[in-house]
Antibody, heavy 121, light 113 residues
Framework: QVQLLQSGAEVKTPGASVKVSCKAS????????IHWVRQAPGQGPEWMGWLNPSGGGAKYAQKFQGRATVTRDTSINTVYMDLRRLTSDDTAVYYC??????????????WGRGTLVTVSS | DIVMTQSPDSLAVSLGERATINCKSS????????????LAWYQQKPGQPPKVLIYWASTRESGVPERFSGSGSGTDFTLTISSLQAEDVAVYYCQQYYSSPFTFGPGTKVHIK
């Protein structure tokens, strides 16, 4: 079954870090970029960055540079998104999504179910 | 960064009637080398991730009902639901994937009149 399986909900205190995982199955892991998108309560989606599972290269939206890191473990077809120095503004559902084609500039055709990250003191 | 805007914010349509949602990009998302418009439309229902409906501005994703169609130029795009069904109640987002960051519009909420 083609799917992206994300890790469970997290509750963090301000200043902490969170690491969300996204396990791909049912397709060639290295053939598709993985993107991270977050959605704050009642807001639209916000693109955070991408990772190329083939080479491990990654790029982030300027807003997240220096605070987010996306990595992968090809042995278990899993991508990780690490977000540091959390504030209450980071409370959101975090999604991983697959780019449809083999190059970067494709729409997102497969999404994980999302991981709710709550930041609260 | 390419800024995406949508109108209206919210739309009430009677069952069986047409719904039209507009999306505008702050710069062209047309790649002149392949004549493709890097614009997608997503539907999102409560508690679910977005689901792609349309890509390349006008190509319907497999399994998406024919009542959904997309059109547009390099900067102005439209999603049309030709005959609204109850299951179409959702928020609709446009997204450009022409250049990083791959920005989304703010969304249009469609509900039944």
């Amino acid at each position: 079954q083609v799917q992206l399986l994300q890790s469970g909900a997290e509750v963090k205190t301000p200043g902490a870090s969170v690491k969300v995982s996204c396990k791909a199955s049912g397709y060639s892991f290295s053939a598709h970029y993985i993107h991270w998108v977050r959605q704050a309560p009642g807001q639209g989606p916000e693109w955070m960055g991408w990772l190329n599972p083939s080479g491990g290269g990654a790029k982030y939206a300027q807003k997240f540079q220096g605070r987010a890191t996306v990595t992968r473990d090809t042995s278990i077809n899993t991508v990780y998104m690490d977000l540091r120095r959390l504030t209450s503004d980071d409370t959101a559902v975090y999604y991983c999504a697959r780019g449809r084609g083999v190059s970067l500039n494709w729409y997102f055709d497969l999404w994980g179910r999302g991981t709710l990250v709550t930041v609260s003191s | 960064d390419i800024v995406m805007t949508q109108s209206p914010d919210s739309l009430a349509v009677s069952l069986g009637e047409r719904a039209t949602i507009n999306c505008k990009s702050s710069q062209s998302v047309l790649n002149s080398s392949n004549n493709k418009k890097y614009l997608a439309w997503y539907q999102q229902k409560p508690g679910q991730p977005p689901k792609v409906l349309i890509y390349w501005a006008s190509t319907r994703e497999s399994g998406v009902p024919e009542r959904f169609s997309g059109s547009g130029s390099g900067t102005d795009f439209t999603l049309t639901i030709s005959s609204l069904q109850a299951e179409d109640v959702a928020v609709y987002y446009c997204q450009q994937y022409y250049s990083s960051p791959f920005t989304f519009g703010p969304g249009t909420k469609v509900h039944i009149k």
